[in-house]
């Protein structure tokens, strides 16, 4: 299989504990993306990179969440002291700048939940 | 008013028929435009894109975009029951590659 995958598919965590989630992505895509959906809406971009480097990050963001890509392959996302209201899937996607297009390829996801 | 709005649905048509998914957008800036499909309990999968006026065909999905009126659209030809499924409406602004996406339209087709 040479789509994106993440791991793990599923998650249940305790507040307050510190969860990670790692995606790697389409091996010669040089970008990705973390989203994050909640039931009933699309995806709410949280940050990317283009190889290593981290280009954008939301302000949906806040201090607890920290994204790294040290080699630009896979990355991870850490939460810190999860909250209930962290509960949703998170989404990686990647992509290869080549042309207009900018198509992204989502993974299965990681479904998160915080009780 | 939100950056990209799509009507929730249900949407539901009868197998055979033409599914019609209208999707508006709010910043003139939008570059390039996506459709996602999106089984319950699974991720987005990409059906298509298009940044370009007019009409572009893949199969049976047609997407139709309009600058001027800022609307994109995703006609299904010959929908099928496995069509059903929220449909997701994505856009790319000029000055950066994340996707802003609406809330989806779920779409239900009936045998």
């Known amino acids: 299989d040479t789509g994106v995958s993440q791991d793990p598919r599923h998650k249940i965590t305790k507040r307050g504990q510190n969860v990670t989630f790692r995606c790697d992505p389409i091996s010669e895509h040089n970008r990705l993306y973390w989203y994050r959906q909640t039931l009933g809406q699309g995806p709410e971009f949280l940050t990317y990179f283009q190889n290593e480097a981290q280009l954008e990050k939301s302000r949906l963001l806040s201090d607890r969440f920290s994204a790294e890509r040290p080699k630009g392959s896979f990355s991870t996302l850490e939460i810190q002291r999860t909250e209930q209201g962290d509960s949703a899937m998170y989404l990686c996607?990647?992509?290869?700048?080549?042309?207009?297009?900018?198509?992204?390829?989502f993974g299965p996801g990681t479904r998160l939940t915080v009780l | 008013q939100k950056e990209v709005e799509q009507n929730s649905g249900p949407l539901s048509v009868p197998e055979g028929a033409i599914a019609s998914l209208n999707c508006t957008y709010s910043d003139r800036g939008s570059q390039s435009f996506f459709w996602y499909r999106q089984y319950s309990g699974k991720s987005p999968e990409l059906i298509m894109f298009?940044?370009?006026?007019g009409d572009k065909e893949d199969g049976r999905f047609t997407a139709q975009l309009n600058k001027a009126s800022q609307y994109v659209s995703l006609l299904i030809r010959d929908s099928q029951p496995s069509d059903s499924a929220t449909y997701l409406c994505?856009?790319?602004?000029?000055?950066?590659?994340?996707?802003?996406f609406g809330t989806g339209t779920r779409l239900q087709v009936f045998p």
């Open positions: 298009i940044y370009s006026n």
């Open positions: 996607a990647s992509s290869l700048v080549a042309g207009s297009g900018n198509e992204q390829f």
């Open positions: 994505a856009v790319n602004l000029y000055n950066t590659d994340k996707l802003i």
